[in-house]
T-cell receptor, first 114, second 112 residues
């Protein structure tokens, strides 16, 4: 049973650049959520995608955008990168409609901004 | 004030000890409570998932929820060096698929 997979595992970018991170959900899941985890902190919710639409959004600027594809995989895009965007970006998947099922996380993409 | 408070530790215990990890929260709407374990350079791994108040046991792990006190706990019995990791509590009001609010995580070190 394939779990949540994310790519790449590590990225190095410079300020002002743009980045795209990718996520494939756990087999059978249809909902993808993205979180940002700064060093020493808990994950912070960015947004959630279901049926190819953004359904919920956390307190992140419009520089953060996303997309979900018909096969349920998802991308997170960040424009105009800032030093403060350096973090571990986590993708979590779940099955909408089953309220008693938790989210499962991938191992994340570590983004470093120079 | 953060919605979810968690002591960052680090917490060091000898092998075989009983470990108690805790979180407090302020939002009475939270109904689903999760505990995740995160090893260095890895993503969070689900340990326990509970709804509303009460206890849930799974092997060496027991999760407790006291909604009247807005307090949740995770107990680890017979702790092992392999339990050394960061433990994150998370909670959400509506369902398991809604956005999670996390604590900062507690670093645990089990000494052999």
């Amino acid at each position: 049973d394939a779990g949540v997979t994310q790519s790449p595992t590590h990225l190095i970018k410079t300020r002002g650049q743009q980045v795209t991170l990718r996520c494939s959900p756990k087999s059978g899941h249809d909902t993808v959520s993205w979180y940002q985890q700064a060093l020493g902190q808990g994950p912070q919710f960015i947004f959630q995608y279901y049926e190819e639409e953004e359904r919920q959004r956390g307190n992140f600027p419009d520089r953060f955008s996303g997309h979900q594809f018909p096969n349920y995989s998802s991308e997170l895009n960040v424009n105009a990168l800032l030093l403060g965007d350096s973090a571990l970006y986590l993708c979590a998947s779940s099955l909408m409609g089953l309220s008693n099922q938790p989210q499962h996380f991938g191992d994340g993409t570590r983004l470093s901004i120079l | 004030q953060k919605e979810v408070e968690q002591d960052p530790g680090p917490l060091s215990v000898p092998e075989g000890a009983i470990v108690s990890l805790n979180c407090t929260y302020s939002n009475s709407a939270f109904q689903y409570f999760m505990w995740y374990r995160q090893y260095s350079r890895k993503g969070p791994e689900l340990l326990m998932y509970t709804y509303s108040s009460g206890n849930k046991e799974d092997g060496r792990f027991t999760a407790q929820v006291d909604k009247s006190s807005k307090y949740i706990s995770l107990f680890i019995r017979d702790s092992q060096p392999s339990d050394s990791a960061t433990y994150l509590c998370a909670m959400t009001p509506t369902s398991g698929t809604y956005k999670y609010i996390f604590g900062t995580g507690t670093r645990l070190k089990v000494l052999a």
